[in-house]
């Protein structure tokens, strides 16, 4: 993992991608310790725009980072443009990162087990309309492949999908499964000729002391914010 505190007076501790992005991206994580929240992020990060905040319902769509698309049913955002924010929330769903290898495009997605088999992934890259191979990913905070259990209707859902999503599900008890959220986000990634992936070695569940977690908390835990902008340049 690989943390930084952000250069302000504020000392806000995030944990920042480990990938080669351009250097006009800037992308990162919010910890527990550091008490960010959504209404309060804007200030306390000095981001260059406020978010524009998804109603996120575990869907596969992708909008683009619009004014009038704040607060929209969708679990993916995109953008084009210098200055604007991607922001997505989770607890264990994994927020995914993208960024064009020459810095023209960032995007956030919020993937949860049913956004990922529904296509998540592939609806932003097909909105973008870049060629996909030409992308970075990274993999921020979710639960890990040992705390993940799933019931019969995910491990089908995958395998529906992709035979060798079988390989990101070990037998549990006789009627569940321990899932690798980030196999499985690997897969789909791989599959839309995404190679250049990051990050990915979390666990939510597991490590109370950095991350909030859904399950651990059985419903009342807090989020982590995930951001990703390009900078104006030039």
Partial sequence: MKCSVIPNEDNFMLLQPDWPAPLNIRACT?????????????????????????????????????????????????????????????ADCLPILL???????????????????????????????IPHHRFLAWLGPAIGPQRFEVKKEVYDAFVKISPEAVSAFRPFTAESWLANLYELAKQR???????????????????????????????????MISLIWREHTG
Wanted: aromatic letters at 8%; charged letters at 20%; glycine letters at 8%.
């Fill in 30 to 90: 919010t910890l527990r310790q550091s008490n960010i929240q959504r209404d309060t992020c804007y200030t306390q990060l000095h981001l260059p725009d406020e978010p524009i905040w998804l109603d996120q319902k575990h869907t596969n769509i992708a909008v683009k980072a619009v004014p009038e698309h704040a607060a929209c049913v969708a679990d993916a955002i995109y953008t084009d443009e210098p200055g604007i924010v991607c922001a997505i929330l989770t």
């Fill in 99 to 129: 960024c064009h290898e020459q810095g023209d495009y960032v995007a956030a997605i919020h993937a949860g087990w049913r956004g990922l088999a529904s296509g998540v992934i592939e609806a932003t890259l097909a909105a973008m309309n």
């Fill in 189 to 223: 990634l791989h599959s839309q000729g995404i190679e250049r992936i990051y990050g990915g070695d979390f666990c939510t569940y597991s490590e109370e002391d950095k991350f909030f977690s859904y399950r651990r908390d059985k419903g009342n835990a807090g989020r």
